[in-house]
Antibody, heavy 121, light 107 residues
Framework: EMQLVESGGGLVQPGRSLRLSCAASGFTFDDYAMHWVRQAPGKGLEWVSSIRWNSGTIGYADSVKGRFTISRDNAKNSLYLQMNSLRVEDTALYYC??????????????WGRGTLVTVSS | SYDLTQPPSVSVSPGQTASISCSGDKLGDKYLCWYQQKPGQSPVLVIYQDTRRPSGIPERFSASNSGNTATLTISGTQAMDEADYYCQAWDSGPHVVFGGGTKLTVL
C-alpha cells in the first residue's frame, strides 16, 4: 500500500526553525516529484514547495521563498522541509503529496495525513 | 502569479445536481483537477485531466474545462458528497495553484 507519513510538526515561537519529514512507502520514491501543501486552520489548500525526483528543479510559493528549503533523500525514501524564520501565518497542517504520472501527471495522487505546525509566542 | 477563483459555498438538495465552478485566465489551456476534502481528512482526487475520474470515484462526478471556466458537476447528490472541493492547476514551471475551495452543503 502506498503511504506518506509526515512528522516533525509542533509548537514553535515566531522566528524559530522547524524541520518536517515525510516518509514514503509502497512505491518507487525516486521516480516521482514530491510537494508540500499546507492548510491553515479553517482555510483552503496552499501549495508550498516542490522538488523533482532528482532534486533538479525546485519551486517555492512566494510566501515561503527565502525562508523554507525543500530537500529529499531518495536512499531513505524521505522528503524534508526546513522552515526558518517562522511566522504566525505559517501556522497550518502541512501535507506531503506525491505528484502523479502518466494520465495523472498534473495532479497529486497520494497525500499524507499531515503534520501540524503552530507558530505562537 | 496565476489565480483560480471558486465560489465559497454551494448548496444543493439531496438527489439534485450540484455545480461548482472554477475560473482562471485561459484555464481551458491547462489540465485541471478536482479534490474532495471531508472534515478531518486529507484531500482525495475526484477528477483529473479536466474530465477523467480515478477508479473508485462514483459516476455521478463529472467535469468540464473550457475557455476561462471549469465546472465540477455532481449528479444525484448524496449526503456523503457534502465536503469542501478544490480545483487545482499547474502554473509556470514547478508552481501549483489551488482554488480557494467551495463548501458543498447538501440540505
Amino acid at each position: 500500500e502506498m503511504q506518506l507519513v509526515e512528522s516533525g510538526g509542533g509548537l514553535v515561537q515566531p522566528g524559530r526553525s522547524l524541520r518536517l519529514s515525510c516518509a514514503a512507502s509502497g512505491f518507487t520514491f525516486d521516480d516521482y516529484a514530491m510537494h508540500w501543501v499546507r492548510q491553515a486552520p479553517g482555510k483552503g489548500l496552499e501549495w508550498v514547495s516542490s522538488i523533482r525526483w532528482n532534486s533538479g528543479t525546485i519551486g517555492y510559493a512566494d510566501s515561503v521563498k527565502g525562508r523554507f528549503t525543500i530537500s529529499r533523500d531518495n536512499a531513505k525514501n524521505s522528503l524534508y522541509l526546513q522552515m526558518n524564520s517562522l511566522r504566525v501565518e505559517d501556522t497550518a497542517l502541512y501535507y506531503c503529496a506525491k505528484r502523479g504520472s502518466g494520465e495523472t501527471l498534473w495532479t497529486f495522487d497520494l497525500w499524507g495525513r499531515g503534520t501540524l505546525v503552530t507558530v505562537s509566542s | 502569479s496565476y489565480d483560480l477563483t471558486q465560489p465559497p459555498s454551494v448548496s444543493v438538495s439531496p438527489g439534485q445536481t450540484a455545480s461548482i465552478s472554477c475560473s482562471g485566465d485561459k484555464l481551458g489551456d491547462k489540465y485541471l483537477c478536482w479534490y474532495q476534502q471531508k472534515p478531518g481528512q486529507s484531500p482525495v482526487l475526484v477528477i483529473y485531466q479536466d474530465t477523467r475520474r480515478p477508479s473508485g470515484i462514483p459516476e455521478r462526478f463529472s467535469a468540464s474545462n473550457s475557455g476561462n471556466t471549469a465546472t465540477l458537476t455532481i449528479s444525484g447528490t448524496q449526503a456523503m458528497d457534502e465536503a469542501d472541493y478544490y480545483c487545482q492547476a499547474w502554473d509556470s514551471g514547478p508552481h501549483v495553484v489551488f482554488g480557494g475551495g467551495t463548501k458543498l452543503t447538501v440540505l
